[in-house]
């Protein structure tokens, strides 16, 4: 007998729960991977069981445990973020505050001979946590971590990722996980200017710790949890840590990421030391491959470009952060053109990839100069079927039979966004992130309507502020001359102390 049910039963389906049997999620639209192309449904649903999604299509006539009918929602594959924040990112600091190296994010040559972590143990399993109920909130259900190293006394550590794993498992998200390493990096001397230092042995041996972790972490929780190698910056890495990660990575058979072709200071330090750009030195030491994820190619060249079509390598396009630092990808639809597979991330706060899509979009068509570059359903693709591309995964990514249940709900009928068109492309004009209603991992309901299993978000928020002012009080101590606060980050406006004058 088929029970259905109603959206007055959506409440009472425990947070943090598979529900039990087979049940079925209706909505007015559902995004559906049929073996011949992507396509919309209306008045569509999704059947589930366990963990993996077994029907999909207008109405399931055989037995269900129970139907959630969503309303005028849409139903469609979670988000695969190549590049999610873990950390309370410090990069919003110089979005109104540059340049970059007088505000901390280049060492000094006399904070660097003592550099510390600037977090206690328990503040950096703390932020991984918060970050990864921010990626559920907005609908993202795989994630590749990045965090920053600035404030760090060098690279991550097992310990903290060891709490990562806890904490995806907790709250239900699925991760690939990798202690973020390197070899060198770069510092300001004395005169203020920027001078490469390395520390190959120190770099060897966080690549041998991270190799194990992700070894161990490999497949558990039953599936939800998957090793990666992650390298830091291309310009703080030496030739033997990239030969040794990426033999390492053809071993276990797992992805590497590796920001490179990211930005000017990459740039001009990588010729200084290799004569030649990024990629291109790769290239040369051969380990170029299509399990290579490479943010954010802004500024690649041709050559570069062609090199990473040759061999496969995906990137990971991540147009909020790139724009907000006043540089774009040129452009998504030339490296599509090129035959490269274009997978998208976040990498800053918010982590909205609704927001992404939309500044990505925007950004393409003033790249190409025309209206009709790219398109909504494109940068969608990118954000769910590219991601699960690089990684490997054709069961994640999309909604058919077989495939994992990481699903994604929006409102359509949020008061924001009528009139309503066509679903994709009212959630990436007209929408945010702030719409997705559900977010089901595995088969489990992880986050719904801003809640989320395993974390008093309310809490959570107020531990986040306050450990990350914590953290700016200490900047001065990383910055170049050691100027105080209010010169490193200025307010928009000037304080005021008094009260206006009538």
Request: charge should be negative; hydrophobic fraction near 45%; aromatic fraction near 8%.
């Amino acid at each position: 007998m088929t029970i259905a049910m109603t959206t007055a039963d959506w409440p009472a389906l425990p947070l943090g729960k598979r529900p039990p049997g087979r049940w079925a999620l209706a909505a007015r639209f559902v995004i559906a991977d049929f073996p011949e192309a992507r396509r919309v449904i209306t008045d569509g649903e999704v059947v589930i069981e366990n963990d993996r999604i077994i029907w999909v299509g207008r109405r399931f006539e055989g037995k269900l445990a129970a139907r959630y009918d969503m309303g005028e929602a849409l139903i469609a594959p979670g988000f695969i973020d190549l590049d999610a924040l873990s950390d309370l990112d410090t990069t919003v600091l110089a979005m109104d505050n540059q340049p970059g190296w007088k505000k901390g994010r280049v060492w000094p040559a006399d904070y660097a001979a003592q550099a510390y972590e600037m977090y206690t143990p328990e503040e950096l399993a703390f932020q991984k946590r918060y970050a990864f109920a921010q990626l559920l909130l907005n609908g993202i259900t795989s994630a590749l971590p990045i965090a920053s190293l600035f404030y760090r006394a060098w690279g991550e550590t097992v310990a903290e990722f060891e709490a990562a794993a806890a904490a995806a498992e907790d709250l239900g998200l699925r991760v690939w996980l990798g202690p973020a390493y390197r070899t060198g990096g770069v510092i300001l001397d004395e005169a203020g200017a920027m001078q490469p230092v390395f520390d190959e042995a120190r770099g060897l041996e966080e690549l041998a710790e991270a190799a194990a972790f992700a070894k161990r972490i490999h497949g558990s929780a039953n599936g939800l949890i998957s090793g990666m190698f992650a390298p830091d910056r291309v310009e703080t890495c030496t030739e033997a840590l990239l030969r040794k990660t990426f033999a390492h990575a053809d071993d276990m058979d797992m992805p590497v990421r590796l920001h490179m072709a990211q930005g000017e200071m990459e740039l001009q330090t990588v010729r200084r030391l290799q004569g030649t750009t990024a990629p291109q030195w790769l290239d040369s030491l051969g380990v170029l491959s299509s399990r290579l994820i490479a943010p954010h190619a802004t500024v690649a060249t041709d050559d570069d470009l062609s090199r990473y079509a040759a061999n496969g390598v995906t990137v990971a396009h991540c147009p909020l952060v790139s724009a907000r630092h006043g540089s774009s990808l040129k452009s998504f639809s030339r490296l599509k053109a090129k035959g490269i597979r274009i997978g998208m991330g976040t990498d800053t706060a918010p982590p909205d990839m609704v927001l992404n899509m939309a500044v990505g979009l925007m950004a393409n068509r003033i790249a190409e100069g025309r209206g009709d570059a790219g398109s909504s359903a494109e940068f969608y693709d990118a954000a769910t079927l590219n991601g699960a591309d690089a990684l490997k995964r054709p069961d994640l990514g999309r909604i058919a039979p077989g495939a994992k249940a990481d699903i994604a709900i929006f409102d359509m009928g949020d008061r924001m966004i009528a009139p309503r068109i066509d679903p994709i492309q009212t959630l990436v004009y007209g929408a945010t992130g702030r719409v997705t209603r559900a977010t089901f991992v595995d088969g489990r309901l992880s986050m719904r309507d801003g809640a989320v299993a395993g974390i008093d978000l309310i809490a959570a928020r107020a531990q986040a502020q306050d450990q990350f002012d914590r953290l700016i009080e200490r900047y001065p101590e990383r910055t170049y001359g050691h100027p105080p606060v209010e010169e490193i980050f200025p307010p928009s406006y000037p304080s005021s102390q008094t009260e206006p004058s009538s």
